[in-house]
């Protein structure tokens, strides 16, 4: 994929769009400092958007933080015309907004333990604190994920998962 990526940069140095594509393989292999210099040198090419500067000092901060990836993904939604990329964008903001709910979650479960001496064996239990911190819950008292599924509670085990046959957020 970099060398295809590359060979499209070659042959087309002024497609923004194709550095943002390399910058974007280069992340997903952990390797942040290049996908700085790669977003860095597309920040260069006439008609580029401000935010691929942006992503340079990103991924050089922190490359591999949650942040980091919503802010790759949010603008593949944004940019791409290709619907398939379009959703597979959205599926990862769902799953990082997800990740981000499920570590709430797990602090109110901690809240709760320290409290009671006990996880939650039912979502009831911990409706008070849902209602109170306005976190929507479907009928049975459970907290929904961001696609609308109710999350499922590890009754006694002070865990959540995603619903993976009600839930659009990808499970990996």
Not at 27 to 54: C, L, N
Not at 104 to 116: D, H, M, V
């Amino acid at each position: 994929a970099i060398r295809l990526t590359q060979k499209g940069i070659d042959a087309n140095p002024n497609a923004w769009r194709l550095y943002h594509h390399l910058g974007y393989i280069y992340w997903r292999q952990g390797d942040y400092h290049s996908a700085g210099e790669i977003y860095g040198r597309g920040a260069q090419v006439p008609g580029a958007p401000a935010w691929m500067e942006a992503m340079k000092a990103k991924m050089i901060a922190d490359g591999g933080s949650r942040s980091t990836a919503r802010e790759i993904y949010a603008r593949m939604y944004e940019q791409s015309t290709d619907e398939q990329v379009r959703e597979m964008a959205r599926k990862h903001l769902l799953r990082l907004d997800s990740l981000d709910q499920r570590d709430g979650l797990q602090k109110l479960f901690a809240a709760y333990k320290t409290r009671t001496g006990k996880c939650p064996d039912s979502w009831r239990e911990l409706e008070p604190i849902f209602r109170a911190v306005r976190i929507p819950v479907d009928q049975s008292g459970a907290p929904l994920d961001p696609s609308g599924a109710p999350y499922v509670l590890q009754a006694g085990k002070c865990e959540v998962e995603v619903d993976s046959q009600k839930s659009e957020v990808p499970v990996k």
